[in-house]
Every structure is written in C-alpha cells, then in structure tokens.
C-alpha cells in the first residue's frame, strides 16, 4: 500500500484504480480531472527513445515541461514566471503553451491579434512567424483561440504522430543556449505526453493538499515510460502557493516529503505574482522582494544546471 493509500485509509477512505493505474479515482476528493477530454494516447514513447531530431550533434535547446494531474495548482502562473526569471538570469528564454486554454497569452499579456500554435499547426504554418515578445526579453508562443472542431482535429493528429513536437521544435532554430519552457494541461493527455517525450526537465507542480498528494500514483505512471528512456529527464516536485503559516500546509509539505522520499521543493504564496499576472504584467518586475520571488530565483538557478545534472 502507497503511503497516499496509507494517508486516505486513515480517513476511512478507499481507492481504487485500473490495473495499469492510469484511471484511479478518489472516491474521497471525487473523479480527478483527468485531461481536457483528449484520451491519453496509447502510443507511448519506448524505454530507449529520445523524440528530439535524430542526429545527435545537432545543438538543441534544453526542455522544461511543466505538468500536474489537477488543476488549479497554478502550473501557467508559474510557467510564466520562471520565463522572466530564467531571462533575467541570463538564459534566452521562449515560453510554450500546449494547453488549449490558452492561459499564457492572458498572462503575458500579448497580442490576440497573431494566431496560436493550434492553427498554425493545422495550416501547416512556421511556428517562428508567431512568436512574440514576452516579459524581460523572452519570447512567448501562444496556444491561441482554437474552436472545437479545430482542437478535435489537432488532438487526432497528435495521437497519431507522436514525434509531432519534436518535429516542430526542430523548426524554430533553437540552440543549446536556449531554454524552452512548456505549459501543458492538468492530466495524462496527448499535450502532456508530447511535452514529456522531448523533456530534460520536468517540473511537477502541486500545492500543499490532500487533492495534489492523492494523484502522486497517477503520476507515478504518467512518467514512468518516459523514466525508462535512455537519456530520462530529471524530475523536480514543487509545491506551488505554500502558506507556512497554515500548519495544514506544513503538515501536508512533511505528507509530501515521505511519500517523495525527499523533500520537494516550494514556492510560497503571493498575492502581487497573482495580480500582476491577471493584469499581463511581470510579476517579478518590482523592486519589492518576497519569499516567492526568492524562491522563484533559487528555481531558476536550479534549472540553469547542464542538462546532465539539471
């Protein structure tokens, strides 16, 4: 029994899951969200495959995929704050949106005149033509406003074509010297699988609940094909939002630590990184430090590391 079995079983609780693991619900906390309707495709990277271009020599940027099996841990929020850190610690940044929400846009707060990645990719378009300018000098490319059938028909696509993002990031001409940083929706999907089948490092994002701690065995399968790949990516959790004045809070970062064997990492909660962001500022555009800004700092600082010990 998991320790996040452990932990529900003292409130009385079950759960119960699929053989695979992949579908497990909480009857506790009800149905997790699972993804944005996209079944979780059934191709799955092989143990051994790396799905950047093949040839080996060829400079490549490092990949930060972001990802979470809930929703509302503030994985965008924090997508787009680690873009401006990362630039104004010297790394040519571009942020990625794979979520058809398209939150980054609203975050970065550029233009909704270009179009996204979505129908630019149906169109068969260069995604370079549709970058734009993000905060401290990055560069954003938007998901951008799909319509239904036009999110349908990409998701069939991307199940069927599992080198999809790879093959475009190939286009973009990036270097070793750049960062790409990827947002994806809650859940195991096809957004999430295709950011994680090209990753160095992914960043997991929770906050300090019961609800986030409950979906580590979901995530344990949502990552194990791409652990077992050649070259895996490191793995970092971070509990995003935390209020150390809230000894839940505490109690559930300690719930964390024992399951993880370690302990993850944390960003503390901000008011001013949550309002900046609804207004399309840079949250860390401001002469006033505070304890998530710092730890946002130490982040990137921390994923700045080589790729082979990032």
């Not at 090209?198 to 949502?222: E, P």
């Not at 070259?231 to 971070?238: I, S, W």
Request: hydrophobic share 40%; glycine share 6%; with cysteine.
């Amino acid at each position: 029994m998991s320790f996040t079995d452990e932990l529900l079983v003292l409130f009385g609780k079950n759960v119960t899951r699929d053989a695979q693991g992949l579908n497990a619900r909480l009857h506790f906390f009800g149905s997790i969200p699972v993804d944005d309707g996209t079944p979780f495709p059934s191709q799955i990277p092989s143990a051994n495959e790396h799905t950047l271009p093949v040839d080996a020599v060829t400079p490549r940027p490092k990949v930060v995929a972001l990802v979470s099996v809930n929703g509302g841990v503030g994985r965008s929020t924090l997508a787009t704050a680690l873009s401006s850190g990362l630039q104004r610690q010297g790394e040519t940044v571009v942020a990625l949106d794979l979520d058809p929400q398209n939150a980054l846009r609203h975050h970065f707060g550029v233009s909704a005149g270009l179009p996204g990645i979505g129908r630019t990719s149906l169109q068969n378009a260069q995604w370079k033509l549709i970058q734009q300018a993000g905060f401290a000098g990055c560069q954003v490319i938007p998901f951008g406003d799909t319509d239904t059938q036009q999110r349908e028909n990409l998701q069939r696509w991307l199940k069927r074509d599992s080198n999809w993002l790879a093959q475009r990031v190939s286009t973009l001409g990036l270097t070793e010297r750049h960062t790409l940083i990827i947002d994806t929706p809650a859940g195991n999907n096809v957004y999430s699988q295709q950011a994680l089948s090209v990753a160095d490092v992914v960043v997991v994002v929770a906050q300090a609940d019961a609800a986030s701690l409950g979906t580590l065995d979901q995530l344990d399968a949502m990552l194990a094909p791409h652990l077992e790949r050649e070259y895996p990516p490191r793995v970092h959790f971070v509990i995003n939002q935390l209020d150390d004045s809230n000894a839940f809070n505490l109690d559930m970062v300690e719930a964390f630590t024992q399951r993880l064997e370690r302990a993850p990492l944390e960003v503390h909660r901000d008011m001013a990184i949550s309002e900046a962001l609804a207004f399309g500022t840079d949250p860390l555009d401001s002469r006033v430090m505070s304890l998530a800004t710092d730890d946002i700092n130490d982040l990137c600082r921390l994923l700045k590391a080589p790729k082979n010990c990032a």
